[in-house]
């Protein structure tokens, strides 16, 4: 009997793995990388790290002018820039690409206190070192993805408390509430309509916008 339940696995076993590929269930890959550096054999051995490391290539660009279309068009997770590009700066470029909101990893040979500063004052998240190490290179992309998705949270957290902020003044100032009245306002607004106080302190000063630019009668 176990001999014949032995045989079932097997052949099961020998069923699935006879299964065409596009049956099987295909895993996300961990992140989708744009490459922006014009050494073929620097993109070589990004490429060959991403794919081990379970991640895939979205693109690739060799120019600094090339590089916000191909993140733009790819949707990258994240991307990785050299620094020295053909047409330019490549830290200019990567501050470029974070401001469109897309995480950066330098992959540089430079370790000074200078490169340091401007990469920090470009919003890079982390770099790489060349000669490219391949165990370091998920470490790398982890941390950037980590840390951008932290900052951005942070950073809307920020704007939604200063929308809010400006929509307390707006009804202090309009139906003479004290700070608390007027905060206590706008949370019950927000469980009413069941959205966000933030969405509620927009729309009150999108009102406040136009019921200012009406003529007085």
């Known amino acids: 009997m176990p001999s014949r339940a032995k045989r079932l696995i097997s052949q099961r076993r020998g069923l699935a793995s006879a299964l065409?590929?596009?049956?099987?269930?295909s895993k996300a890959p961990r992140w989708r990388v744009a490459i922006v550096d014009d050494h073929e054999r620097s993109r070589t051995a990004l490429r060959a790290a991403i794919w081990a490391a379970g991640g895939e290539v979205a693109g690739e660009a060799v120019r600094r002018a090339d590089a916000k279309s191909l993140i733009e068009r790819t949707k990258a997770d994240v991307?990785?820039?050299?620094?020295?590009l053909p047409d330019g700066d490549g830290i200019e470029a990567a501050a470029?690409?974070?401001?469109?909101?897309?995480?950066?990893?330098?992959?540089?040979?430079?370790?000074?206190?200078?490169?340091v500063e401007r990469a920090?004052?470009?919003?890079?998240?982390?770099?790489?070192?060349?000669?490219?190490?391949?165990?370091?290179?998920?470490?790398?992309?982890?941390?950037?993805?980590?840390?951008?998705?932290e900052a951005q949270s942070l950073r809307t957290r920020l704007d939604e408390r200063k929308v809010i902020e400006r929509a307390k003044g707006a009804l202090m100032r309009r139906y003479g509430l004290s700070e608390d009245d007027a905060f206590q306002?706008?949370?019950?607004?927000?469980?009413?309509?069941?959205?966000?106080?933030?969405?509620?302190?927009?729309?009150?000063?999108?009102?406040?916008?136009?019921?200012?630019?009406?003529?007085?009668?």
């Open 96 to 115: 470029a690409a974070v401001s469109s909101g897309c995480p950066v990893v330098l992959f540089t040979s430079r370790t000074s206190d200078t490169f």
């Open 79 to 84: 991307a990785i820039f050299a620094i020295g």
């Open 20 to 25: 065409p590929l596009k049956t099987r269930v």
């Open 120 to 149: 920090r004052a470009a919003g890079v998240m982390a770099y790489l070192l060349k000669p490219l190490r391949s165990a370091e290179l998920a470490p790398a992309l982890d941390l950037a993805v980590a840390r951008f998705a």
């Open 185 to 217: 306002r706008l949370r019950r607004a927000a469980m009413d309509s069941r959205r966000s106080m933030a969405d509620i302190a927009r729309a009150l000063l999108v009102s406040e916008s136009v019921a200012g630019d009406v003529p007085a009668q």
